[in-house]
Every structure is written in structure tokens, then in C-alpha cells.
């Protein structure tokens, strides 16, 4: 568990580099694939050991828990999520290495030169669960051989591996690291998503690509399921830190604009509105340190806890942001007022991990198969 | 009961005409109407599946690469089509198509680009805010120069310059507009007016030949010195400045204009309430502006609910197809009950949003600006006479000053302000009510579909950047709220004041 001042220390350490790096040129990177990758910030970022906040010291890690990552997500989400969205990503597919008792995949990923080396791509938006993986994995004498497609691959055009699920056969199932470079691996154009821009995603092609096996054949759902009770939180808070950019900007700014002779915080529909926002941030950040409080103590019905307060904290950023662009009228619209941005990153962040109804099918499924504790 | 009872009764709140406008609508419109409003919707729903579909995706793209594109070639291609002339009146040499039927193509065209059914609807908000005024000998000029670039390949579009850098809100509703930090100015010249400053925000300004221009003569005095100006391209002193860079609706490009200096001729001056009428009070000015304010918003609003209704449906329409063709857990997602209830709660919110729009068009009819064209006897007459009747022998006479002082005595004078609050209400009614439902349903179908839904390719994200805007344009929500407030409810309400607080 992270001491109070050293996540203090981190936040400072977030802010600072949100504030030196990531505000200047955001709308520039995030128009990517229409500019270019943004190298520089993921490189100081990784320097900066934001890339292994979570993996154990012993393996070279920051060692932290889910309390720092959502501490570290919040903030980079409040300025630019994009980069939130890499450092997630690759969070968790090393939580889904861990979960898997593959430390040794993590080797040399953290002592690595580049950020491309470091980092893990991952088709992050999926449920492996609920949706069967479309690649194919078969075991030959010289190892796992990958067939198949792999759609909406994350940071896949960049690093230089892949965490990603294929279907054994009778075992269901599991996961595989893979090397970009291998022969037989295409790679789509990036494609253009709504949100998270520079959270660059690809769609891949294998074809006879060999896999090293993570963890034990079919154990994909169970590591899964683990590491998705895990990082849950995570995610909501990326959604959270969104939403409290999102009225920071519509503060400032309602305070500023003029309309019918006075600032338009004046007007008490306004007010109802930043109200409503607060109320939203401020319920989010609550949501977001109980589901964390849930992972780490791993209290009776913990798993219940953390799906509710994630899920029901990403809704509540992507109204929130809906009501940023509005205070702001036309110009919340515009791209320079980058309202705009954090209303489509915050749905990108809603549907980390699988869409958000299937999210709430499988809460509902949890609920009857558990009940309520206590 | 006695008649006198009976009246007091339907007079009581909520009043039976402001709430039954279809009912009273339904007795008195044209058989014809039908027939070609459903011309019409084949129409766009054939522009729809060979143009709008197949180029939405790659357009919108297009403009995230490069955001100084105009996309000249989908104007020309709805030129073809006649989109641009096709509810011009026949007395001014167009379709004569009628303007309720407006709202249902732009719901077809919508529901496949918002952005693309902008570059269609906002020109009639131009033709809307030129038929403000009442100006008939404008009113001709402008929309047979329309018709003209139709015949001759080269599209003539009119656009609407209202909102400034520090006045959006405000420009909507003379109450706002009294305290109002306006800047573009108009100065009373000989022979005309100089007019120097800024406009932005100004949809298909880039694209269009005409902009319907509004200024003030004072910029102390907004409330009392409105004047609207007809500025054609070319006129010296004015240009265009950048295009601004939107989240979405990409297809229609937001301009800033710029006037340095520009002399506008008397010829061209579309409004101003002292033409004629030096006597006329501040109160009786502010009152006149307000009717030209709310005519064009009865219209124009009604036109954004269908806008919202198109996004609502499209995203609708692409959630359902993902349903039908993708299994979850085993089945397809659309045999799933809970998929099934959403789907259900997106086709409610399209049908509810129409329902809106339509009986707004139901009050325009009947109480607004399209209620001497609805009239049975004018509505054949105008189906029926000869284009020749219309050119050689009523053109000349749309010139005379009596034909717009006799228009402006009938829509100004002798409007009843009941008919406005009840155009006016609906109309914020169904602005707001579909355009919120357009975001709700584009955020139902992303929760849906995930990641399906956030692909570019999957429609449904540009489906959501595109209604946001639907929330803020013509007027925000909130404003419309507001206005709702003032026209249906306040006058139920003696105390009540609105833009007071």
C-alpha cells in the first residue's frame, strides 16, 4: 500500500510533468494519425518510470499499488489523456502478466532503452470474457503459432510487443506475447478513433506468427477477470481526472465570458450547471478512492464495490464533459478550447475493458452469483 | 354551456390552440401536401444512399487532415439534386415544394451526415432570415440569383452572419441584446451603410454568395438599431477570414467574416425598422426586431429538431445493425431483451423528437411564417399558375413598396403576439427536446457497441460529434429553455420575467 506522502510525492511529480509536457502541443498530438506520433513525451515518460509505477520493485518496478496508477491517471487525465490512456494500456497488460505468474515476460520492459521497448500493446477495449478472441493459437514442435485477426489493438504500431488473447482450442483462452517484428504480422493503417488520440491504435493481421505462451493455456479468462477487478479503478480514474479538467476549464470560463451584461457564472442556470458538474467530480473522486480502498483491502464483496463505484464514475464523466462543452457554447465546441477533446476522451475511457452495457450485464451476472455481502 | 363558458374553458392553461396545433393544422392543410412530402423523403432518401453515405466517412476524414477543405463537390452534387432551390417559392422562380417538408429531408439527410444535411439546411436558414423581412423586392433578387446559379452549374447559397466574438447568446433575444457587448457596426451613410467589424460561427459562410448580415447602428443601443444587410461576394471591404476547427459537422464550415469599411447600397438593406416609419417608437422597434427574431427561429429551430432527430436515428439505425450481426455470450446481441429495451428507448427517442418538429411545423403553418403559403387557395394558385404568370407578370410587382409594406403591415402589425409565443415555444421545444435526444442516443449506441462504436468506420462517434453542436447552435438549450419559459408558460404566470434576473 502507498503511504500518504509518498502518493503526495507522486502527484507532484505527475503535475509537473502534466504541466511541462503535456499541455503544450496537445491539440497538435492529438490529432494524430493526421500528425505525428508523439515520441518525445512518451520517452520522458518512460524515463520518469511512469511506464512501471505498478510492476514489482523486484523486477525493477516502482512497486506501487492501484492507489498510485489511479493517482497518476487522474492527473494525467485532468491535462491530457492521452498519454493516461498509453500508461493504462500498458499497465494492464503487465497486470494481466503478473496475474498470469509470467513476471518473466516483464523482463528487460523496464530497463529498456526506448519507449517502444518498454511498452506492451494490448487490444485493451476488449472483454475476453465475453467476447471470443478472433485469433487462433495452435502449439507446433517449435512453439505457438498465431493465425487470425486482432482488431483494435492498442499503442500495436509502436511498441515492440503485443499482450494478446487467442483461442487454443479445447482450452479456451489464453494469452501470448508476441513480437511485432515477426514475419507474418501486418499491420493495419492507425486508425482514427473518437477519443485518446495519441493513444495510437491498430488492427493486426497474423499469419503463422509465433507466440510465447503467457501464464498456463486457458487461463485467459480467469487472469482476466482477475486483473480486470484490479484495474477497474484505474480506469475511472483516467474518467475522473477528465472530468475534473473538464470544469476546471468551465470554471475559469464562466468566469470570464460576458453575456447578458454580466460573466455567465452570474446566471443561476449556469450555476445549476457547474453545480451538477462539481457534484459529478467530486462523486467521481470519491467513487474512485473507495474502489481503490476495495482492491487494496480486498474486503468481502470488494470485486462488487469496484465495478459500481468504476462504472458508475466513467458515466458520470462522460455527462459531465457533455455539460463542459456546453458552458462554454461555441467555443466549448472548438478545438482549442479542449472541452471537446476531454467530452471524447472520456467515452473512449468509458469503454476501456469492454462497452459499458456489457460491463453492466457482467456486474448483474457478479451480483446474482455473489449477492450482497454482509 | 354557453359559447362564452366554452372559450373560457379552452382559453384556460395550458390554452387547447397552443397545445393542440396539429389538430386545428390537420383541417386546413392542402391534400397535396402529403404527396410531396413524400416526394420529397424519396428524394433525400435516394441522395442519401448515393451520396451522403457513401462520402460522410471519407469527408469528415478529409477535414480532420486538412481543416481549410471546403467540400465544393457535395454543394455542386446537391445543386444537381435541387436541394438548394427546391422550397424556394415558385413566385420567386423555385420548387414551391412546401416548407414543412424542409424538416423531413433534413431528418433523412441527417441521419446519414449532420454535417452534410448542414450544408442543405442552413441555406434555407439564410432564406429564412431574408423572408424576415418581408423585403419582397430583396426577397426576389436574392433567391432568383439561387435559382439562376442552379440553372447555370454554379451554386448560390445564402448564409446567416449573426453571431460575434463576444455576443452569441445575446444576439438571440432582444433582452440579451440590450446589454450586449456588440462590435459590428453599421453607419448610417449616404446612400447606404458602412459596416466594419466581425462575425464568426457563421455556418456555410465560405460556401454561401449571400449573407443575410446583421449589424447595429449603435452598438450602445443594439436592442433599437438592428438592421439586417444583404452582402453578396465581391463586395468590397468585405472577406472571409478562418475557418474554425470543430469537433464535428466537419462537412459545414464555420467562418469567420470580416467587413473593413464595407459600403452596403440602400438597395441591398433587407431591414430596417425606421425604412419608412420615422415615428416609430423604441418600444414598437424593439417589438418588430423580436418578431423578425422569432420568425426566423420558429423556422430555423424547427429545421435543428430535425437535425437532431436524423443524428438520433442514424445512431439508432447503426446500433440496431450491430445488434442484428454481432453475438454476445453466445446469441446475437439483438435477441438480447436488455438490447432489445434499448433499442426501443433509441426508437422513442427519435419518434418523440419528430413528433416535436412536426407539430412545430403544424404552428408555422397555421400562426407563422409559412401560414399565407398554407392557405389553400394560395398554396394551388402557387402549385397551378404558369411560370411565365409568375415571371412576367407578378415579378415586376414583387418591386413596388407597397407589396412590402402591405407584408410587413400583415407578419409585424396584425400578427397576434399569442401566434408568435406559440411558434416560438414550440419551436425551442423541438430544438431542444430532439437535439438532446440526438446526444442521448448517440451515447446509448456507443455504450452498446464499445469499441465498434468509437471506430471511424463504425459512424456512430461522428454521429456523436456531430449532435453536440445541435445542443449549442441556433440558440443553446438552455436559452431555448428559456424561451420556452417565456412563450408557453410565463403567460401564465403575470409575475414572472424572464432575462431579469
Known sequence: MTGGAELQMLRETAASFAANELVRDREERDRYPFSPLPLDVLEKAHRLGLFSLTVPEDLGGGGQGIRALAALLAVTGETDASLGGVIFVNALAQEICLRSGAEGALAGLIEAESAPQALMALPAWDDPRITAPSLRAVERDDGWMLDGRAEYVALAGLALRALLPADTGKEGVSFFLVDRQSGGLGLSDPLVSHGLRACPIWDLGLSEVPGALVGEEGAGVRVFEEAYSRMLPAAAALAAGILRGSLREALEYTKQRRQGGRVIAGWSEVRMILAGMAMASQEADMLVREACRAVEEGYPGWRLAVRAASLRAMDLACEATTDGIQLLGGNGYMVEYHQEKRFRDSRQVQALMGAQDLKRQELARLLLEEGLPG | MERPERRSLLDDYPAFDDIYCSLRALRRMPKAVIGETRRAVELA????????????????????????????????????????????????????????????????????????????????????????????????????????????????????????????????????VRKAKVSCHARKVKGGYLVNGRKIFISNGHLSTWHMLIAYEDLQHPETSTVMLAVRNGTPGFSFGRQEHKMGQKACPASELIFEDCFIPEENVCFDVRQGNAEVTPEEIERIIMQVIDYVVSG???????????????????????????????????????????????????????????????????????????????????????????????????????????????YFDWQPQAFTRRTSGWASLSKFAATDAGVRNCQLALEMMGRAGLRHQGRVEKHLRDSKLLQIYEGTNQLNRLNLFKCLIAPKVPQARVFEE
Not at chain 2, 411545423?361 to 401560414?371: R, V
Request: charged share 25%; proline share 5%; with cysteine.
Open chain 2, 300 to 410: 430555423s429551430r424547427a429545421g435543428v429538431g430535425a437535425f437532431g432527430t436524423g443524428v438520433a436515428r442514424g445512431a439508432f439505425e447503426e446500433a440496431l445493425r450491430y445488434a442484428a450481426e454481432t453475438e454476445v455470450d453466445g446469441k446475437l446481441l439483438v435477441n438480447h431483451e436488455w438490447a432489445q429495451c434499448l433499442l426501443a428507448e433509441m426508437y422513442k427517442n427519435v419518434a418523440i423528437s419528430r413528433l416535436t418538429y412536426m407539430e412545430t411545423n403544424y404552428a408555422n403553418s397555421l400562426y407563422g411564417m409559412f401560414k399565407a403559403l398554407n392557405y389553400r387557395p394560395v398554396f394551388y394558385l402557387m402549385k397551378l399558375l404558369p411560370r411565365p404568370v409568375f415571371d412576367r407578370v407578378l415579378q415586376p410587382l414583387l418591386d413596388l413598396p407597397a407589396v412590402t409594406r402591405l407584408f410587413r403591415k400583415i
Open chain 2, 45 to 176: 432518401r435516394r441522395f442519401n444512399r448515393e451520396v451522403v453515405r457513401p462520402r460522410a466517412l471519407e469527408l469528415d476524414l478529409r477535414k480532420q487532415e486538412d481543416p481549410d477543405h471546403l467540400p465544393w463537390d457535395l454543394v455542386e452534387e446537391a445543386d444537381r439534386w435541387g436541394f438548394y432551390t427546391m422550397f424556394i417559392p415558385r413566385l420567386f422562380g423555385g420548387g414551391g415544394f412546401n416548407f414543412p417538408a424542409l424538416s423531413c429531408v433534413l431528418e433523412e439527410l441527417a441521419s446519414g451526415c449532420t454535417g452534410i444535411a448542414n450544408l442543405v439546411g442552413v441555406h434555407y436558414l439564410g432564406v429564412a432570415t431574408l423572408c424576415s423581412s418581408w423585403n419582397l423586392r430583396l426577397m426576389n433578387r436574392v433567391m432568383r440569383d439561387t435559382v439562376d446559379g442552379h440553372r447555370n452549374g454554379k451554386p448560390c447559397l445564402i448564409s446567416l452572419a449573426i453571431t460575434e466574438p463576444d455576443a452569441g447568446t445575446d444576439v438571440e433575444e432582444v433582452e440579451l
